[in-house]
Structures are given as C-alpha cells and as structure tokens.
C-alpha cells in the first residue's frame, strides 16, 4: 500500500509554455501533499505544502504565480510551472502524507523537467 | 533557525557497519525520520524516531537522543546496493506536517 505516482516522468519543453505535473495517491487518501525540487546531488528543497480543498501554502522565496498547486481531490494534487525557463529545469518530486500516526511522507517517482 | 547538520559524504566497506550521524536544532520537534534515495529516484522511507532510544529493522537501526538533539542511522552488513544518499528529516511542531530536511550523506560502499 502507500503507493503515489507522479505524471509524466520526465517532460521537455520550449522556454516559455507551461507544464503541469499530476501527482496521485494510488491506494490511500492524502489531505496533505508536498512539492519538492530537487538539484543534482543536492537535498530536497520544500516549496509548498498543498492541502485538499483549500489554497497551498508557499515556502519563502517561491512564486505562487509561477509555480500554481491545485489540490483538487484527496487523491490528486497537480503542479504547474508557468512561462518555463531553463533555470526551472529541475527535478520535480511530490509526497503524500500516510494514515499512519507518524505521518510518513510517501514519494512519487519524480519528474525531471528540461526547459530549452 | 531551523538546522539539521549531517556529515557530507561517507566511505565503508562491503560486509562492515556504518553509522550516519545526525544532529538537529529545530524550534520544535515531533519526530525523526531517515530516509535513502538512489541517484536519480524518490526517497524512500528508512525509519522514524519520536522517543529516546534505539528503533531497529533489520539491518537497519536508528537511535535518537532529544535531549542532545542527535540521531544516527546504522547500517549492518553493508552491501553493494545501499550505496545512496542517506536524508535526516525533522518533523516541525504543530499541525502543518513539514519536514525539515538535512543536506543528505552520500555513501559509497567499496567491495
């Protein structure tokens, strides 16, 4: 159980259109899900915790125009990069939060985003 | 300011044990979680700590001291494969869930 996807797995795009990333919680219900970025060989970096029903809450330092978090169901949370630029090339990667009383995060696969 | 501090890199010996030290100085804490994530993948989840002590899954351990803000993962009988990154994450106080993470120790295991 406590498996989460992450769609697509890897996407390249033209420097200014946009890209939505959907991440699903397979088997459980998550009320509360995380987007993390990701540089090379570097730890993950929060940018916003995404509530269902209710608005993300952004980290310091991160565009809510540009990085727009849709929690629209308990199983689904999407992240779209707007106006993509290649310093948003990055690896993108969501977590679900478990029913268990620890409150263990499960990860999606990740999506790694190339911006030409 | 939150802080979490982990050694950068480790080297160890396929066959030996391991210990990848963690200390912590956070505003609040609700529990220790450890992490391993190969190049290129998803963290996966290791262990979680919310009381003194030692918490062990076979080979794997975890100890945590709050009073000393201190946890270290263990690792017996190392094999090839457990050459990742190991992240150490603090749970924030309060209601909100976050995780605070530490930069990560990458461990290479030699044959």
């Known amino acids: 159980g406590a498996v989460v996807s992450q769609h697509p797995s890897r996407v390249i795009c033209k420097s200014g259109t946009s890209v939505k990333i959907e991440c699903r919680s397979l088997?459980?219900?998550?009320?509360?899900m995380f987007w993390y970025r990701q540089f090379p060989k570097k730890s993950l970096m929060l940018m916003a915790t995404s509530n269902e029903g209710s608005k993300a809450t952004y980290e310091q330092g991160v565009e809510k125009d540009k990085f727009l978090i849709n929690h629209a169901s308990l199983t689904l949370s999407t992240l779209t990069v707007t106006s993509a630029h290649p310093e948003d090339s990055s690896f993108y990667i969501c977590s679900a939060v478990g029913t268990s009383g620890n409150d263990e995060q499960f990860f999606g696969p990740g999506t790694r985003l190339t911006v030409l | 300011g939150q802080n979490i501090d982990q050694p950068t890199e480790m080297t160890a010996t396929e066959g030996a044990i391991v210990q990848i030290n963690c200390t912590y100085q956070t505003s609040g804490f609700n529990g220790l979680f450890w992490y391993q994530q190969h190049a290129g993948e998803a963290p996966t989840f290791l262990s979680y700590n919310v009381l003194d002590g030692l918490e062990e899954k076979g080979r794997f351990s975890s100890f945590l001291s709050r009073s000393k803000g201190y946890s270290y993962l263990l690792l017996k009988e190392l094999q090839m494969k457990d050459s990742a990154s190991y992240l150490c994450a603090v749970r924030d106080a309060g209601n909100n869930r976050k995780l605070i993470w530490g930069l990560g120790t990458s461990l290479a295991v030699n044959p």
């Open positions: 088997d459980f219900q998550a009320t509360t």
